[in-house]
């Protein structure tokens, strides 16, 4: 099956792909069914259910709130962020709803969006249930979806080891492992980004794949900006106060510090704005996640910053060769939190990220690839244990730290010549089974870990 670059960096809202993203575009696709299966006026009443992860810490990310926007019609890529919350708000104080933006239901928000905490769907552990009934109570349509991570979304009847949408889109460079990638760029002298690039001109012109990633690029640098400039406390109820706002004045004040590790602080700053932005809902790019929104960005303003002779064509083939890894760890593994724990989330970022930079550092394939195995091998075993349910602790730090490994992954590889021991197929699958290993408990459900040895308060 074929994987886009644009399919792992998205545009999205906060806090969380799998949780928020995910939803809400499945209930878009459920109101556009009905629509289109010629149902929707005869719809009285819209409901939702949420299964497994999503129930247990839908609350703390939103998901309620998400699918109340699906069903309205609105989608994660141009739904007003300052308003989410007001329009949600108003659907229940006046108890109604308008599926897809123009047909009027009756909606109790205690009855039409229930919230399982110890139930779930067979194929995924993030499944929802939405059903239409009509005027007498009777079932006019009823679809389960499963958020796969990174705001995938696949139907209830799709077999449960899909975790792509379906594309068969034939690709001159096809690959599902890294010793393919490997080898397609030493037979035709290719770098990773090289190979990304040619696929991507399946779907689009070289000019118009440029303009969307530097695109999404834009987004990312609003984003920092966005998030060094809002001050005060994430919601949520856990009272965590924005970091990044005083860390970036005191950065920008200190002009003559000679600090070796000056730019460490840089990049801290960077995905802190990014992930902080992300908690309070605003919009980010899913890369490959929300909960692990503040990695790639964080690695691109350091490129930026840092690195001399940094430009646009270097930020897009960062985004390229980092997007080929993702592909890897989304058909090898997963990039869910809820069903493989943070390691599938921040590990496959930092292993994206790492090998970003280390191509556009100039790297040979065979070091991209031993860069981004040292960004996955040492997040192995990360738990997704948010406290309180919310993308705040240990996620919003968590991508600081990892943003860092990133760029001692990718340095660490350019002073090999790319040979080494243990190969990224063969981490990312440790990954995998590691994940299938994971206790549930500690696999985004608040039900282990920090989530239950931190007071929340």
Sequence with gaps: MALSVLDLFSVGIGPSSSHTVGPMRAAKLFADGLKDDGHLS????????????????????????????GFQGLDPE?????????????????????????????????????????????????????RALDHAGDVLSERSFYSIGGGF????????????????????????????????????GMSISDVMLANELTWRSEAETREKLLGLWAVMRQCVDNGCGAEGILPGGLNVRRRAPSLFQTLTADTGVTDPLRAMEWVNLFALAVNEENAAGGRIVTAPTNGAA?????????????????????VVRFLL??????????????????????????????????????????????QVENAAEVGIEHNLGLTCDPVGGLVQIPCIERNAIA??????????????????????????????????????????TSRGGLAVNVIEC
């Design 42 to 69: 005869s719809t009285k009443r819209v409901q939702a259910e949420l299964f497994g992860s999503l129930g247990a810490t839908g609350r703390g990310h939103g998901s309620d709130k998400a699918v109340v926007l």
């Design 78 to 130: 141009t739904v007003d962020t300052f308003t989410a919350d007001d329009q949600v708000a108003a659907a229940a104080l006046d108890a109604e709803l308008w599926v897809g933006g123009d047909h009027r239901v009756d909606f109790n928000w205690d009855e039409d969006v229930v919230l399982h905490r110890r139930k779930s769907l067979p194929a995924h552990p993030n499944g929802m249930t939405f």
């Design 153 to 188: 979304v696949v139907d209830g009847d799709a077999d449960a080891g899909d975790r792509i949408v379906a594309d068969d889109t034939p690709l001159p460079y096809p690959f599902t492992t890294a010793d393919e990638l490997l080898a397609i760029c030493k037979r035709e």
């Design 294 to 314: 503040g990695i790639v960005p964080a690695v691109l303003h350091y490129y930026v910053k840092f690195v001399p002779g940094a430009s646009d064509d270097g």
């Design 321 to 366: 060769a980092a997007g080929a890894v993702g592909i890897l760890f989304k058909i090898n593994a997963s990039i869910s939190g809820a069903e493989v724990g943070c390691q599938g989330e921040v590990g496959s970022a930092c292993s994206m990220a790492a090998a970003g930079l280390c191509e556009i550092l100039g790297g040979t394939p065979e």
């Design 403 to 444: 943003s860092v490994k990133a760029i001692n992954a990718a340095r660490l590889a350019l002073h090999g010549d790319g040979s080494h021991k243990v190969s990224l197929d063969k981490a990312i699958k440790t990954m995998r089974e590691t994940g299938a290993d994971m206790k549930d408990k500690y696999k985004e």
